[in-house]
Protein backbone atom coordinates (compact mmCIF):
# COMPACT_ATOMS: atom_id res chain seq x y z
CA UNK A 1 0.00 0.00 0.00
CA UNK A 2 1.07 2.95 -1.08
CA UNK A 3 2.38 5.90 1.29
CA UNK A 4 -0.67 8.79 1.49
CA UNK A 5 1.79 11.69 1.87
CA UNK A 6 3.99 10.15 -1.36
CA UNK A 7 3.76 12.51 -3.54
CA UNK A 8 5.11 12.65 -7.56
CA UNK A 9 4.35 15.60 -10.04
CA UNK A 10 5.82 16.65 -13.02
CA UNK A 11 7.19 19.95 -13.32
CA UNK A 12 8.46 20.34 -17.20
CA UNK A 13 9.20 17.91 -19.84
CA UNK A 14 10.17 17.66 -23.25
CA UNK A 15 7.51 18.50 -25.90
CA UNK A 16 6.98 15.11 -28.37
CA UNK A 17 9.67 13.46 -26.49
CA UNK A 18 9.53 10.57 -29.18
CA UNK A 19 10.22 13.10 -32.41
CA UNK A 20 13.02 14.23 -30.18
CA UNK A 21 14.58 10.38 -30.14
CA UNK A 22 13.78 9.79 -33.90
CA UNK A 23 15.67 13.28 -35.23
CA UNK A 24 18.61 12.42 -33.39
CA UNK A 25 18.87 8.52 -34.30
CA UNK A 26 17.75 10.02 -37.82
CA UNK A 27 20.90 12.49 -38.35
CA UNK A 28 23.42 9.39 -37.67
CA UNK A 29 22.45 7.97 -40.94
CA UNK A 30 20.57 11.15 -42.89
CA UNK A 31 22.80 13.12 -45.30
CA UNK A 32 20.33 16.16 -44.70
CA UNK A 33 20.09 18.37 -41.69
CA UNK A 34 17.07 17.28 -39.63
CA UNK A 35 16.01 20.48 -38.75
CA UNK A 36 14.78 21.08 -42.16
CA UNK A 37 13.08 17.04 -43.10
CA UNK A 38 9.69 16.59 -42.08
CA UNK A 39 9.44 13.80 -39.11
CA UNK A 40 7.03 11.31 -38.78
CA UNK A 41 3.98 11.86 -36.34
CA UNK A 42 4.80 11.41 -32.49
CA UNK A 43 3.03 7.89 -32.55
CA UNK A 44 4.75 6.93 -35.57
CA UNK A 45 8.29 8.17 -34.33
CA UNK A 46 7.70 6.51 -31.04
CA UNK A 47 7.06 3.21 -33.12
CA UNK A 48 10.30 3.42 -35.54
CA UNK A 49 12.19 4.20 -32.34
CA UNK A 50 11.42 1.27 -30.67
CA UNK A 51 12.05 -0.52 -33.87
CA UNK A 52 15.26 0.54 -35.04
CA UNK A 53 16.75 1.39 -31.05
CA UNK A 54 15.22 -1.65 -28.69
CA UNK A 55 13.84 -4.17 -30.53
CA UNK A 56 15.83 -7.99 -30.75
CA UNK A 57 18.34 -6.53 -27.74
CA UNK A 58 20.26 -3.21 -29.99
CA UNK A 59 20.47 -1.53 -27.23
CA UNK A 60 21.40 1.94 -29.02
CA UNK A 61 20.37 4.19 -25.79
CA UNK A 62 22.11 7.28 -27.21
CA UNK A 63 19.21 9.01 -29.06
CA UNK A 64 17.06 8.44 -25.89
CA UNK A 65 19.40 10.93 -23.83
CA UNK A 66 18.21 13.90 -25.55
CA UNK A 67 14.52 14.57 -24.09
CA UNK A 68 14.58 15.38 -20.66
CA UNK A 69 11.50 15.20 -17.54
CA UNK A 70 11.50 16.97 -14.49
CA UNK A 71 9.58 15.56 -11.36
CA UNK A 72 9.35 17.11 -7.80
CA UNK A 73 9.09 14.44 -5.20
CA UNK A 74 7.33 14.58 -2.12
CA UNK A 75 7.17 13.36 1.23
CA UNK A 76 9.65 10.31 0.83
CA UNK A 77 11.87 9.37 3.65
CA UNK A 78 15.60 10.23 3.84
CA UNK A 79 16.48 6.77 3.47
CA UNK A 80 14.66 7.21 -0.47
CA UNK A 81 17.03 9.72 -1.10
CA UNK A 82 20.19 7.99 -0.02
CA UNK A 83 19.14 5.04 -2.18
CA UNK A 84 18.05 6.90 -5.02
CA UNK A 85 21.78 8.51 -5.05
CA UNK A 86 23.38 5.60 -4.09
CA UNK A 87 25.04 3.78 -8.05
CA UNK A 88 25.78 5.89 -11.06
CA UNK A 89 22.10 6.95 -12.75
CA UNK A 90 22.97 9.73 -14.36
CA UNK A 91 20.82 12.72 -13.07
CA UNK A 92 20.26 15.53 -11.45
CA UNK A 93 18.94 16.36 -8.19
CA UNK A 94 18.46 19.33 -6.20
CA UNK A 95 16.91 18.11 -2.38
CA UNK A 96 15.38 20.00 0.74
CA UNK A 97 17.85 20.47 3.05
CA UNK A 98 17.07 20.26 7.49
CA UNK A 99 19.64 22.82 7.34
CA UNK A 100 17.37 25.50 6.43
CA UNK A 101 13.62 23.84 6.61
CA UNK A 102 13.27 22.38 9.97
CA UNK A 103 10.69 24.58 11.41
CA UNK A 104 8.11 21.45 10.09
CA UNK A 105 9.80 19.58 12.92
CA UNK A 106 9.70 22.80 15.54
CA UNK A 107 6.28 22.65 14.64
CA UNK A 108 5.73 18.91 16.03
CA UNK A 109 6.32 20.04 19.37
CA UNK A 110 4.04 22.75 19.21
CA UNK A 111 0.78 20.72 18.11
CA UNK A 112 0.79 22.60 14.89
CA UNK A 113 2.00 19.51 12.77
CA UNK A 114 1.25 15.88 12.32
CA UNK A 115 4.05 13.67 13.72
CA UNK A 116 3.63 11.83 10.20
CA UNK A 117 3.73 14.33 7.85
CA UNK A 118 7.17 14.90 9.00
CA UNK A 119 8.91 11.43 10.30
CA UNK A 120 7.89 8.28 8.01
CA UNK A 121 7.25 5.11 9.87
CA UNK A 122 6.79 2.29 7.94
CA UNK A 123 3.27 0.16 8.14
CA UNK A 124 2.48 -2.34 10.70
CA UNK A 125 2.98 -5.38 8.86
CA UNK A 126 5.11 -8.17 8.30
CA UNK A 127 8.56 -7.78 6.52
CA UNK A 128 11.55 -9.65 5.21
CA UNK A 129 15.03 -8.71 5.48
CA UNK A 130 17.53 -8.88 2.36
CA UNK A 131 18.74 -12.17 4.37
CA UNK A 132 15.35 -13.52 4.16
CA UNK A 133 14.56 -13.41 7.85
CA UNK A 134 10.88 -12.66 8.55
CA UNK A 135 9.87 -10.01 11.17
CA UNK A 136 6.85 -8.63 12.65
CA UNK A 137 6.36 -4.71 13.08
CA UNK A 138 3.27 -4.36 15.63
CA UNK A 139 0.97 -1.38 16.25
CA UNK A 140 2.86 -1.37 19.52
CA UNK A 141 6.39 -1.54 18.29
CA UNK A 142 5.21 1.22 15.76
CA UNK A 143 3.71 3.06 18.86
CA UNK A 144 6.79 3.16 20.29
CA UNK A 145 8.84 4.76 17.01
CA UNK A 146 6.31 7.34 17.23
CA UNK A 147 7.11 8.21 20.55
CA UNK A 148 10.59 8.14 19.46
CA UNK A 149 9.62 11.04 16.64
CA UNK A 150 7.84 13.03 19.07
CA UNK A 151 10.64 13.25 21.94
CA UNK A 152 13.16 13.54 19.31
CA UNK A 153 11.02 16.70 17.57
CA UNK A 154 11.00 17.95 21.01
CA UNK A 155 14.56 17.73 22.01
CA UNK A 156 15.05 19.52 18.15
CA UNK A 157 12.82 22.24 18.98
CA UNK A 158 14.33 22.49 22.76
CA UNK A 159 17.85 23.50 20.91
CA UNK A 160 16.24 26.07 18.66
CA UNK A 161 14.69 27.84 21.09
CA UNK A 162 18.36 27.89 22.86
CA UNK A 163 20.10 29.38 19.76
CA UNK A 164 21.39 26.49 18.17
CA UNK A 165 21.98 26.35 13.84
CA UNK A 166 19.20 23.77 12.45
CA UNK A 167 22.36 21.91 10.70
CA UNK A 168 23.47 21.05 14.32
CA UNK A 169 20.17 20.42 16.23
CA UNK A 170 19.29 18.11 13.52
CA UNK A 171 21.80 15.61 14.58
CA UNK A 172 18.92 14.20 16.92
CA UNK A 173 16.53 13.41 14.61
CA UNK A 174 15.39 9.99 13.45
CA UNK A 175 16.94 8.93 10.03
CA UNK A 176 13.98 8.99 7.93
CA UNK A 177 12.85 12.30 8.08
CA UNK A 178 10.35 13.28 5.14
CA UNK A 179 12.00 15.23 2.04
CA UNK A 180 11.01 16.79 -0.84
CA UNK A 181 13.58 16.93 -3.94
CA UNK A 182 13.66 17.30 -7.79
CA UNK A 183 15.28 15.14 -10.19
CA UNK A 184 15.32 15.36 -13.60
CA UNK A 185 16.12 12.59 -15.79
CA UNK A 186 16.48 11.67 -20.00
CA UNK A 187 14.72 8.76 -21.08
CA UNK A 188 17.92 6.31 -20.66
CA UNK A 189 18.58 7.23 -17.18
CA UNK A 190 14.92 6.94 -16.07
CA UNK A 191 14.78 3.59 -17.41
CA UNK A 192 18.05 2.79 -15.81
CA UNK A 193 16.97 4.11 -12.12
CA UNK A 194 13.17 2.28 -13.35
CA UNK A 195 15.64 -0.90 -13.80
CA UNK A 196 17.42 -0.63 -10.20
CA UNK A 197 15.10 0.26 -7.85
CA UNK A 198 11.68 -1.16 -9.05
CA UNK A 199 13.40 -4.74 -8.69
CA UNK A 200 12.21 -7.01 -6.31
CA UNK A 201 14.87 -6.32 -3.53
CA UNK A 202 14.58 -2.86 -3.89
CA UNK A 203 13.98 -1.05 -0.61
CA UNK A 204 10.18 -1.31 -0.50
CA UNK A 205 9.58 2.78 -0.21
CA UNK A 206 11.54 3.74 -3.55
CA UNK A 207 9.46 0.45 -4.90
CA UNK A 208 6.86 2.94 -4.41
CA UNK A 209 8.34 5.96 -6.08
CA UNK A 210 9.03 3.93 -9.56
CA UNK A 211 5.13 2.98 -9.41
CA UNK A 212 4.37 6.66 -8.74
CA UNK A 213 7.13 7.47 -11.59
CA UNK A 214 5.92 4.87 -14.08
CA UNK A 215 2.39 6.31 -15.48
CA UNK A 216 4.10 9.63 -16.01
CA UNK A 217 6.59 7.90 -18.18
CA UNK A 218 3.80 5.95 -19.79
CA UNK A 219 2.00 9.59 -20.39
CA UNK A 220 5.05 11.25 -21.79
CA UNK A 221 6.38 8.36 -24.04
CA UNK A 222 4.14 5.66 -24.60
CA UNK A 223 5.87 3.53 -27.17
CA UNK A 224 8.95 3.82 -25.42
CA UNK A 225 7.67 3.22 -22.11
CA UNK A 226 5.38 0.35 -23.21
CA UNK A 227 8.66 -1.36 -24.62
CA UNK A 228 9.71 -0.76 -21.05
CA UNK A 229 7.63 -1.80 -19.27
CA UNK A 230 7.16 -5.58 -21.51
CA UNK A 231 10.68 -6.23 -21.62
CA UNK A 232 12.43 -4.55 -18.58
CA UNK A 233 9.91 -3.48 -15.79
CA UNK A 234 10.76 -5.15 -12.74
CA UNK A 235 13.57 -7.47 -14.20
CA UNK A 236 17.17 -6.35 -13.29
CA UNK A 237 18.26 -5.59 -16.43
CA UNK A 238 20.74 -2.97 -15.38
CA UNK A 239 22.49 -0.58 -16.99
CA UNK A 240 21.37 0.38 -20.72
Same mark, same amino acid.
Given at each position: /????????? =???????????? &??? /?????? @?? =???????? =?????????????LLGGRGHYGPLEHPSITFNVGWFPHSVMQ????????????????? %?????? $?????????? @???? %????????????????? %???? !????? $??RCYDAAEAYAAKLKLGFAEEHARALLPFD?????????????? /????? !????????????? !???? /? !????? @?????? $?? &?? @?????????? $??
Amino acid at each position: /MTDPYFTVK =CLNRTEQPQTLI &WQA /MHQDYS @EE =CVAYEHPP =CESEAGDIAVKRLLLGGRGHYGPLEHPSITFNVGWFPHSVMQQARTHRVGVSFDVQSMR %YTGQRV $AQIARGKVDL @EEVF %YLRPVGEYTDRQGKKYS %YTPK !LRAQD $AERCYDAAEAYAAKLKLGFAEEHARALLPFDFRQHFVVSFNVRSL /MHFLD !LRAKADAQCEIQQ !LCDL /M !LPHFI @EWAPAI $AD &WY @EKNRWGKARL $AP
